[in-house]
């Protein structure tokens, strides 16, 4: 964990000390921009895309599995109900319990709009009445 910690603050620093600290705030990819502008590859922000997408879906894996194991917990001690505490006998899953989380997580993520993104506005019609 210090090693992570380690890398983040040098990346940190390194990012600093190539661009002002005013060019960071506008920007997502501030880095990615830093990285293609020194070595000019244009790959390169493929290839931080690609990992990007990658900790991503390996974070949101990791946190469906604990949140299947917290409410497991949960249902032995009471606190939910008690559908989130059965275990496969064959496994020794919680499959009923990933399916509810999985489930829930879906319908949450088909409805709440990605950041950043605006709704679609419907344009409204032209009114039929004349100013006076």
């Known amino acids: 964990m210090a090693l992570i910690t380690a890398l983040y603050i040098l990346v940190a620093v390194a990012a600093i000390g190539a661009r002002s600290w005013t ?5 997502e990819a501030s880095l990615v921009r ?4 020194v070595t ?3 790959v390169v922000a493929l290839v ?6 990658i900790a991503i879906a390996s974070v949101v894996l990791t946190v469906l599995y604990g949140q299947t ?12 109900p008690k559908v989130f505490g ?6 020794g899953t919680p499959i009923a319990n990933t399916l509810i989380v999985g489930i829930v997580v879906t319908i949450v993520s088909a409805l709440v709009p990605p ?7 419907r ?7 004349s100013p006076s």
């Open 69 to 80: 194991r917290i409410l497991l917990t949960m249902a032995r001690d009471g606190l939910v």
């Open 48 to 53: 931080f895309s690609v990992g990007a997408v």
């Open 115 to 121: 950041r950043g993104s605006s709704p679609t506005r």
């Open 40 to 42: 000019g590859l244009p």
């Open 86 to 91: 059965r275990v496969s006998p064959r496994t």
């Open 23 to 27: 060019s960071f705030s506008a920007d």
């Open 123 to 129: 344009a409204s019609a032209p009114s039929s009445r």
């Open 34 to 37: 830093i990285v293609v502008d």
